[in-house]
């Protein structure tokens, strides 16, 4: 590693985050070997599995953790004997085997981990792979510090490395950094060397979970203070592995940052690879966004010395192992990247099958399928009547009774929630019909778990974003019907509130920040449930502010809502695990036509008036009910958050603006289900012991 210099200030991430930087114009390190190469380091690496342990998505013969664990595994042993090292390759070797976090994602596969006397089945894996370090990742506090102590305390002697993350505060994580099992860094005995392994977080993680009283901090600084600290100690080959939600990210601060070797970048999903490489079925090299070349294997920067920095990715849902090869010279310099050096899909099939690791299958993917499976067999709820998703005429259109059930469910939690999260009550409820996936009718009969992910498949976070102008309440209501009577994800489904509007007048206009270019004038009449009105004759009533309960893609501005950088807070629970708690403890197992009649109950109608609401609308409990005990299927505390990178989230190619996809697609995953399920996507904190409709409330 050359001499470093210090980066004399942190890296400035207002606008770092929507601005996709070109490649660094530097050289790109040689793949030909210098004269003086003295050491070979292989690499292993792997990002972002995010509980996608069965296969992936749609894919039954590519990924899993079996599969995934015994090629990993199979890589180490051949790397460490050199069996496969190239000409160009140093006789002294070492390896070193890394994932840069997000290893477990709210989901049915996660789920499993929550039951009664389970082990955290994604912990098993982990334990398997034989990880010298791990990045902490985003999803890992979906479900708040504690269940992420859990995970960690069930990966005994697996370093997790954060050198911008305070965790002091929390004790759960804080007594295990005590222990030295949370750290800035990590140093690996490999091949006679030491190889440093330093971690980094996305500073703005509050604003996409909920990591409640950690610390993220400024990434520059802190980073290259542990790397100067590791140079001061002798180290002179480090890797950064961190995890900041786009490799455009990680390509930005290599050029801020010194003493880095290679950086392993998670968070992002990119697929990077050599021509040669082969890929899983159905997966593209990834375009970079500044150049809109494809991603080769690695991505180079130039740092602020003027040295080449490869930056690496691997996918994520198991589907690929990357394994790049650094050969170095006497001083610690980076002297040529091996041609060798790739992506390496995960395969059950062809010339490059793997079979699945016994002790895996064993303890994670059967157990697991087996839950899976058991999803769609349990009900949660009875339903009295047929249940409309349809997208057009449906939830993207107009009010719809489904639709009505789970804005009921964002409600339902953000009151009961408020408390313990200490925010104000909520009174109005917002889901945009393009987050309702289901796109059919579910008939009247028994509602499963399965159906629950079919309707709300994303791990998208409950939401309070408290006193809101009365003002502003219009303009969300104006943006949500900005588009009728075309379909379009940002249609409104409404709880808490009736509104009326007119089609045939002035839409309103709003800009991607939240600006309002053109007032609308659509919204007529709007009232709330407790009798309130706050709109009348197209005029705002003048009166208190409004607290509104949507889902964190929305709140962040999502389909051009104009919530305009409001804060705020996610309150425990993903939209999935909100509508499953609604239906099996407010609604106590029974959905009934009278609350939720065929066509609506009238909360949204077109014309000048709004319909006068009926107090029995739409249930939502007290807050003195008592809070969800616990996370129910994603962020359990509450921070407030701001907009995140718009890049970092992945849209739906055919959902013109509706919700992003933040996981896998929930059907066409496991073989053993009779209704296939994609485990990334959706966010399920199942009880820890599952009850049938009419029994008491999940653990949720």
Request: hydrophobic share 35%; charged share 20%.
């Amino acid at each position: 590693m050359s001499r470093f210099v210090r980066a004399s200030a942190a890296l400035v991430l207002t606008g770092a985050f929507t601005v996709p930087l070109a490649p660094a114009a530097g050289a790109a390190v040689p793949t030909e070997p210098a004269d003086d190469t003295a050491f070979t380091l292989s690499l292993l690496h792997a990002n972002d599995p995010e509980s996608q342990l069965l296969a992936a998505s749609g894919q039954d013969d590519f990924g899993g953790a079996d599969r995934f664990t015994t090629l990993i595994n199979e890589l180490r042993e051949a790397e460490e004997s050199g069996a496969q090292a190239g000409a160009d390759e140093a006789e002294e070797h070492g390896v070193v085997t890394v994932n840069s976090g997000d290893m477990y994602l709210p989901g049915p596969e996660f789920s499993a981990s929550r039951e009664d006397g389970a082990p955290f089945y994604d912990a098993v894996a982990t334990r398997y792979a034989g990880y010298d370090a791990i990045a902490m990742g985003n999803h890992e506090f979906d479900f708040g510090p504690d269940v992420y102590a859990e995970f960690i305390e069930q990966v005994p002697d697996v370093p997790v490395v954060a050198a911008n993350v305070d965790v002091s505060k929390e004790p759960s994580l804080a007594e295990l950094e005590e222990a030295g099992r949370i750290a800035p860094s990590t140093v690996v005995e490999t091949g006679g060397e030491q190889v440093g392994i330093v971690g980094a977080l996305y500073p703005p993680l509050a604003s996409i979970t909920s990591p409640r009283d950690v610390v993220v901090e400024d990434l520059v600084a802190p980073v290259q203070a542990e790397v100067d600290r590791l140079d001061a100690a002798g180290v002179d080959k480090i890797i950064l592995i961190s995890h900041l939600q786009g490799i455009t990210y990680e390509e930005r601060i290599a050029q801020e940052l010194t003493g880095i070797d290679a950086i392993v970048a998670g968070g992002g999903h990119e697929v990077m690879a050599n021509p040669d490489d082969a890929l899983v079925p159905g997966d593209e090299v990834t375009v970079h966004p500044g150049t809109g070349e494809p991603l080769s294997y690695p991505l180079n920067a130039t740092n602020p010395d003027g040295e080449t920095v490869p930056i690496v990715t691997a996918g994520s849902n198991y589907k690929y192992v990357g394994l790049l090869v650094l050969n170095f010279d006497a001083d610690g310099n980076v002297t040529s990247v091996s041609d060798r050096s790739g992506a390496i899909r995960v395969s059950g099939t062809g010339d490059d099958a793997v079979a699945p690791h016994a002790e895996v299958e064993a303890q994670v993917t059967k157990p697991v399928s087996d839950y899976v499976a058991e999803l769609a067999e349990t009900v949660v709820a009875q339903s009295e009547v047929d249940l409309n998703g349809v997208r057009d005429p449906g939830v993207r259109t107009q009010e719809t009774n489904l639709g009505n059930l789970v804005a009921d469910a964002l409600l339902d939690t953000g009151v009961r929630n408020a408390e313990q999260y200490g925010v104000p009550v909520p009174q109005i409820g917002i889901q945009n019909g393009g987050g309702i996936r289901n796109s059919s009718v579910i008939p009247a009969g028994p509602l499963t778990s399965l159906d629950t992910y079919s309707i709300a498949p994303f791990a998208n976070q409950v939401s309070v974003v408290p006193d809101l102008p009365r003002s502003q309440i219009k303009e969300l209501l104006e943006q949500g019907v900005s588009a009728a009577p075309a379909a379009s994800g940002g249609f409104m489904q409404v709880a808490g509130v009736n509104f009326a509007y007119d089609p045939e007048r002035t839409a309103q206009v709003a800009e991607s920040d939240g600006t309002i270019t053109t007032p609308g004038e659509r919204v007529r009449s709007v009232i709330l449930h407790d009798g309130t009105v706050i709109v009348e004759d197209g005029e705002v009533v003048d009166g208190d502010p409004i607290t509104v309960v949507t889902n964190d893609f929305s709140a962040r501005g999502g389909d051009l809502y104009p919530f305009r950088d409001a804060d705020y807070t996610v309150v425990g629970s993903t939209y999935q695990g909100a509508l499953e708690r609604l239906v099996t403890d407010t609604l106590d197992g029974r959905i009934t036509e009278a609350a939720y009649p065929e066509g609506g109950s009238g909360r949204i109608v077109v014309g000048e008036e709004a319909t006068v609401p009926d107090p029995g609308t739409g249930p939502t409990p007290s807050p003195t009910d008592g809070p969800t005990d616990g996370p129910t299927d994603g962020p359990t505390d509450g921070p407030t958050g701001k907009p995140t990178d718009p890049a970092s989230q992945s849209p739906d190619p055919d959902d013109d603006g509706s919700l992003p996809r933040t996981g896998t697609a929930v059907m066409g995953l496991v073989a053993a289900a009779v209704v296939a399920v994609g485990a990334g996507g959706a966010a399920l904190y199942l009880s820890r012991k599952r009850r049938t409709a009419g029994d008491s409330a999940p653990d949720a």
